[in-house]
């Protein structure tokens, strides 16, 4: 077993699309994991599009995700699974609501993406500031759009309720 005729090959490292979505606007980025850490590798624009309109918003989903697919690296393969930011208001007893599950199926078929999974804003949030500050999150968490107010009351790292 001589190394000599081995090539140092890395180990692959999976790259994922990230769409995060609240009331009329839309943002993709590519991130991996890395020694358990999840790093963002490109960010694309924000991009308005008008709500309950299937085709705006694959427009829109289409123009960041080439937004940032434009600021990865040469060596970095354009991933194909997605993994879905969601607000409260999409969320019916922990899973998608229907309407907007049809809304996203559609739109991962037009884009050719193959979803992997999706986390609710609010809860994505806890997480991060819990990972990063080293204790749970107490406290109230506002998300403020054109149109709506999300609150989420936030006790010991775990959401109580939200409106």
């Not at 943002?27 to 599009?49: C, D, M, N, Y």
């Not at 427009?59 to 080439?66: K, P, R």
Request: charged share 25%; aromatic share 4%.
């Amino acid at each position: 077993d001589l190394n000599i005729f081995k090539k140092d090959e890395q180990p692959q490292v999976e790259h994922y699309w990230s769409l995060v979505l609240t009331h009329g606007l839309i943002q993709a980025g590519i991130w991996r994991v890395l020694e358990e850490t999840a790093e963002i590798v490109a960010e694309g624009s924000t991009v308005a599009f008008e709500e309950e309109n299937e085709e705006s918003l694959v427009s829109a989903a289409d123009g960041t995700l080439s937004s940032a697919a434009s600021n990865i690296n040469d060596n970095v393969k354009e991933p194909s699974k997605v993994v879905f930011g969601l607000p409260v208001s999409w969320i019916e007893d922990g899973t998608i609501s229907s309407k907007k599950l049809t809304l996203l199926k559609k739109l991962s078929d037009e884009l050719e993406l193959s979803p992997a999974g999706f986390v609710v804003i609010p809860e994505a949030i806890v997480h991060l500031i819990k990972s990063k500050e080293g204790s749970p999150l107490h406290g109230l968490l506002i998300g403020v759009s054109d149109i709506t107010i999300e609150l989420s009351l936030v006790q010991n790292g775990k959401i109580l309720g939200s409106i």
